[in-house]
Nanobody
């Protein structure tokens, strides 16, 4: 089985910072993109940032210049550094990984359980 374990969420004041981690473990052949999504009450799920296996990063316009995604391929881990946090960043942040279980297989989406980020004074 493939597991995604997230950590690093919590309560922070506006303007503060948090760092999220997502570690992919289990038996698999390769990982393509690893991404962070967020889900807030009453809003649709939003892609926050993604990092390809080749090092390309993409960000939602709402977080550009404030969030940075990085990846340690040796540890199969992605980090999301979130700075200058705003109340509107409050959401459950979930990690997604495109994983190929075997050499001849296709990439399949796997999800973490989510971690709550609350930005409030």
């Amino acid at each position: 089985q493939v597991q995604l374990v997230e950590s690093g969420g919590g309560l922070v004041q506006p303007g503060g910072s948090l760092r999220l981690s997502c570690a992919v473990s289990g038996r698999f052949f390769s990982i393509n993109a690893i991404s962070w999504y967020r889900e807030a009450p009453g809003k649709s799920r939003e892609l926050v940032a993604s990092r390809s296996s080749g090092g390309t990063s993409n960000y939602a316009d709402s977080v550009k210049g404030r969030f940075t995604i990085s990846r340690d391929n040796a540890k199969n881990t992605v980090y999301l550094q979130m700075n200058s946090l705003k109340p509107e960043d409050t959401a459950v942040y979930r990690c997604n990984a495109e994983v190929k279980r075997g050499l001849g297989g296709n990439y399949v989406d796997y999800w973490g359980q989510g971690t709550q980020v609350t930005v409030s004074s």
